[in-house]
């Protein structure tokens, strides 16, 4: 079974910044695509951002565009989210998930590991 550990997330002030990281003890963590998902209370997961197993293709929530960012290292095993520019609503639990098969999905049912979760809150 594949086990992903989020870390990165806190409290900060509306316009700044978080990086989270995705990390996996996976030896074949290169054929996996992963995600970035997240829920607040009272709603449904949302999808955030995903990237293929390669890095090369990425796919991003109409509500983050241009102000995240996902990334991999496929060496270190992580998954990164860099958020820049945070809005009261990105305060959230996000979660990564490992999607076997290599390519990106944006569909929390197109993906096999989940993570706990970190929580993100935004202030105003």
């Known amino acids: 079974q594949v086990q992903l550990v989020e870390s990165g997330g806190g409290l900060v002030q509306a316009g700044g910044s978080l990086r989270l990281s995705c990390a996996t003890s996976?030896?074949?963590?290169?054929?996996?695509?992963m995600g970035w998902f997240r829920q607040a209370p009272g709603k449904d997961r949302e999808f955030v951002a995903s990237?293929?197993?390669?890095?090369?293709?990425?796919f991003y929530a109409d509500s983050v565009k241009g102000r995240f960012s996902i990334s991999r290292d496929n060496i270190k095993n992580t998954v990164y989210l860099q958020m820049d520019s945070l809005k009261p609503e990105d305060t959230a639990v996000y979660s990564c998930?490992?999607?076997?098969?290599?390519?990106?999905?944006?569909?929390?049912?197109?993906?096999?590991?989940w993570g706990q979760g970190t929580q993100v809150t935004v202030s105003s």
């Open positions: 996976e030896r074949t963590f290169d054929t996996y695509a």
């Open positions: 990237i293929n197993w390669s890095g090369d293709r990425t």
């Open positions: 998930a490992a999607r076997g098969g290599a390519k990106a999905g944006i569909e929390p049912y197109e993906y096999d590991y």
